[in-house]
């Protein structure tokens, strides 16, 4: 650190990504991005709008904001886009939590929420899970606290049903209810349903993981339009223009060929459930998930040996060193071939 960093943020651990090694060629089983490239549409509106860098992005970003509100079915303010989801987690964490309204969320979460509290210097509270990694509900009704809860939840792929989260927005009517669904597509029922019902929910989601574009960092939030009119003001107050003309272009073909990244949706959950139950067969835990990975221990092999083991053999997975989850490892679901070396290279780590 140097002598100049600011003493109010100077005790702030940033958040960690997953590894992106270079010095090999490995199946990469753990950041949660999709094995399957984006569409053909979606590369050929990225080469078009490339030959037009000269000029900024539209900071409105109409031709994705107006393709996600006609699929999902809501007005286009109702819709904001960000620089990955990452960004608009952290707009909301700006505009709608602070002393009086403090965060709470799960004590094993998505990582980047007591970072984005610590940066912004916002109270929180992270509330245990119960010993079998749910959630239970009652901790969070009428609470009057700002909530984030991401459906599923990571890293343990399960999820709460929309009756248990409209109870949670019912209950805190005075705060904002944060829904982050970066895992949705993969089975679960998103809490879009509740949004015209609503003013207090924020629901969240991004391309990255069922729309195979992690590399353009795109998500977005839908919402009550004032809220989308509070997100704005947190963004025309740091990057107007934080979503590049490619990644607006390469989102509107995405959601137009919605059929595609359905398909390899269904691929993905049908790997998931061929891979958790090859897993089960080699004696591991793998927790139900509903999201493009699971989480599983297995009692023959420590969850950091496990880690390093695959790691020597060309297959990345994501180890936690939590106490409480550091026996598991997180294994994004791929191809089925993908899923196959793995369950190969297990059997034969085990059976060394
Ligand atoms: N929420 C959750 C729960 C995640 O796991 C991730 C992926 N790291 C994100 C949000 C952010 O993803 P992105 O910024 O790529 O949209």
């Known amino acids: 650190m140097s002598k100049f960093f600011t003493d109010r943020l100077s005790a702030l651990i940033p958040y960690t990504p997953g ?30 709008e490339a030959g037009k860098l000269q000029l900024y992005s539209d900071p409105e970003n109409t031709a994705v904001r107006t393709a996600l509100a006609k699929h999902y079915g809501f007005d286009v303010n109702q819709v904001i886009v960000s620089n990955g989801s990452d ?99 993969f089975g679960a029922d998103s809490a879009l349903s509740l949004v015209d019902k609503y003013d207090n929910l924020l629901v969240v989601q991004t391309f990255s993981k069922s729309r195979s574009l992690a590399g353009a960092r795109l998500g977005f939030a839908i919402g009550n339009k004032d809220l989308i009119a509070d997100l704005n003001t947190i963004k025309y107050s740091t990057n107007p223009y934080n979503v590049n003309r490619m990644t607006d272009m390469a989102g509107a073909a995405a959601i137009k060929d919605n059929q595609y990244y359905a398909d390899n949706c269904q691929t993905i959950i049908a790997n998931r459930e061929w891979t958790t139950a090859r897993l089960i067969d080699l004696g591991f835990e793998v927790l139900p998930s509903k999201a493009n990975f699971v989480f599983a221990k297995s009692d ?11 790691k020597e053999q060309g297959i990345l997975v994501r180890h936690f060193t939590k106490d409480t989850i550091k026996e598991y490892n997180r294994i994004t679901i791929g191809t ?3 899923m196959q070396a793995l369950i190969d290279t297990i059997i034969s780590i085990l059976g060394e």
Do not use: H, W
């Open 87 to 185: 960004e608009v987690l952290n707009f909301a964490f700006m505009a709608f939590a602070d002393e009086k309204s403090p965060l709470i969320f799960p004590e094993i979460t998505y990582g980047f929420y007591p970072v984005f509290a610590e940066l912004n210097c916002i109270p929180y509270t992270q509330i245990p899970l119960r010993d079998d990694f749910s959630i239970d509900v009652e901790d969070y009704i009428g609470k009057n606290k700002t909530i984030i809860i991401a459906n599923p939840n990571a890293p343990t792929g399960m999820v709460l049903s929309i009756a248990d989260i409209e109870q949670i927005v019912k209950s805190n009517p005075d705060n904002v209810v944060i829904i982050d669904e970066a895992y949705v597509d």
């Open 336 to 338: 089925k071939s993908q």
């Open 19 to 48: 590894e992106q090694p270079k010095d090999m060629q490995y199946i990469k089983l753990n950041t949660n991005e999709s094995p399957f490239n984006p569409s053909a549409a979606v590369a050929e509106a990225v080469a078009t």
């Open 300 to 310: 023959k092999i420590g969850g950091e040996e496990l880690y390093l083991r695959l």
